[in-house]
């Protein structure tokens, strides 16, 4: 009962092939065009520019209450080396 909501881009592929529909391809390919002005996506085993490193992520799907699909591209922040220097400004306080 209901739609089943894919655990991975390849879970959403074979879900895609099931239905006979490509709901969640669609909605993949929407959101790797909208990150495409905020990164630029290297050839493989290309190597990042100087002061910058390689990351990774993680998509989460999710199904609307009007039965559209939605899939998000989350960093995985928690895998990059800690800054050297502090990224935020400080704060005076009293």
Known sequence: FGIEVPRSIKHA???????GNTL???EITKEKYNLSVAFRIL??????PPGQTKSSGHCMFDVEIDFT??????????R???????????VVSR
């Open 24 to 26: 969640w391809l669609d």
């Open 69 to 78: 699909r939605k899939t998000r591209w989350f960093k995985d922040g928690h």
């Open 80 to 90: 990059n080396p800690d800054p050297e220097t502090s990224d935020y400004a400080g």
């Open 13 to 19: 592929n074979q879900l895609d092939m099931k239905n």
């Open 43 to 48: 050839e493989n085993n290309g190597s990042p």
